[in-house]
């Protein structure tokens, strides 16, 4: 077998994308004669600079000469955008098998995932490992090129994604999508295909702004599902449609960490104790202090997340949450959280008894009395709390869901949860 990985062919100044050349890839690839087993999409690290559009390098399973997959995917790289100067286009071709790639190819893919590559991380194993390559001014899509070269042997947890293309000539122009029927299809999916619409939004997430030739994108736990889902859609004409095997929805950016040990651009699965009362700050942004071993993390759920917002704004000082996001300028973006421990008492000065009203302080440690009744307390008592917030799981809307984040729907999550759609 041979994996053909590529990656950084996005424009977007020029509408290319580096899922349409990828089964621009996997047709060739086809049309010479090589079975293809899958197409991998692979989304990297999404907090990356430098990223394209996405962050998704694309890798082709098939059976066919190196020599002459190289040849193809060459060719193929003309066709990406290389007059836009943001896009650094790169190949690898490997001959192994998809399950079997070395294990420093496979670390490689999971700290493309998690973590960050410089380029001459992917130059030199990319020698040391023997695999040819091909490249366009600078050749940095090499990295997500040999990243997803290692993915499949690197991650068990896949998705699917059934993409359909605009005809060439509608590329750039508004998208002729009836989103009744989007709204429809969504709904008779549900939960094997997932992040479809955005209900409460109205938003047909499937559906890009970008000018790129993706007409939508549906995406699920099941093929066949996902390719129904888009067949049920009424829109202009479909050019062409294909099925990925991506790591969309799978949480794999995700690494496990402490508010100690936190590293700017990476994402976190963590731990910790809400410090500070959630504050709406200027824009609708919600900021609060996380703490977990005597260090804070400010954490923040930002505009664009929408009814998230008002999850986190139902968090209190004291509570205990697995927090999760990416840390960026100091700041773990939420993009979902579990409730643990919830405070549901607070400590408040006591009422008198006999007349109900609030009892005055006596003065440091020395109680409580009420000067006309003359009862008096040791201290302040404990009373319920109304909490709006039920333990378990919560999460942004679909309408702002990361392309690799994992919707609660898809299950798998160690407490109760509460899914958005
Ligand atoms: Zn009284």
Redesign the pocket.
């Known amino acids: 077998m041979t994996i053909v990985g590529i990656d950084d062919t996005d424009s977007r100044t020029l509408g290319m994308c580096t899922t349409y050349l990828g089964a621009e890839l996997a047709g060739l690839l086809r049309d010479a004669g090589a079975p293809v087993e899958r197409t991998l999409l692979v989304r990297l690290n999404p907090a990356v600079e430098h990223k394209t559009r996405g962050n998704a390098a694309v890798a082709v399973h098939c059976d066919i000469e190196p020599a002459t997959a190289h040849e193809i995917v060459d060719e193929v790289l003309d066709r990406a955008a290389t007059g836009d100067d943001q896009t650094s286009p790169g190949a690898v071709v490997a001959d192994c098998s998809p399950d079997g790639a070395p294990e420093p190819v496979a670390q490689f893919a999971v700290d493309a995932i998690q973590t960050h590559h410089e380029l001459a991380d992917a130059r030199t194993l990319i020698e040391e490992v023997g695999y040819r390559s091909a490249t366009r001014a600078g050749g940095r899509g090499r990295i997500g090129a040999l990243a997803a070269v290692g993915a499949w042997t690197a991650f068990d947890e896949w998705t699917y994604e059934c993409i359909s293309y605009r005809e060439r000539g509608r590329w750039g122009s508004e998208r002729a999508v009836d989103h009744g029927s989007v709204f429809a299809a969504a709904e008779a999916g549900y939960p094997t295909v997932w992040d479809t619409v955005d209900r409460v939004e109205e938003t047909a997430v499937c559906v890009p702004r970008t000018p790129c030739p993706i007409l939508h994108g549906i995406r699920g736990d099941d093929p066949d599902a996902v390719r129904s889902v888009a067949e049920q859609i009424e829109s202009e004409a479909v050019a062409d449609r294909h099925l990925f095997v991506t790591n969309q929805g799978t949480d794999a950016h995700l690494q496990p960490g402490t508010i100690e040990t936190v590293h700017e651009g990476h994402s976190y699965r963590l731990t910790a104790t809400v410090a500070t009362e959630p504050e709406t700050r200027e824009g609708g942004h919600v900021f609060l202090d996380l703490e977990d071993g005597g260090e804070q993390l400010q954490a923040a759920a930002f505009e664009p997340t929408k009814r998230f917002r008002d999850r986190v704004r139902g968090l209190r000082v004291g509570d205990q949450i697995t927090a999760c996001g990416e840390v960026s300028d100091g700041t773990l973006k939420l993009e979902k959280f579990a409730l643990r421990e919830r405070v549901d008492t607070e400590r408040v000065t006591p009422d008198?008894p006999?007349?109900?009203?609030s009892?005055k302080s006596v003065g440091a440690n020395a109680g409580y009395r009420?000067r006309?009744?003359a009862?008096s307390a040791p201290g302040k008592v404990e009373q319920p709390v109304e909490r709006t917030l039920e333990l378990g799981w919560y999460e942004v809307p679909p309408v702002a869901r990361r392309h690799i984040a994992k919707p609660l729907v898809r299950g798998g999550f160690d407490a109760l949860i509460h899914p958005e759609r």
Request: charged fraction near 30%.
């Open positions: 008198c006999d007349c109900g009203r009892m009420c006309d009744c009862t």
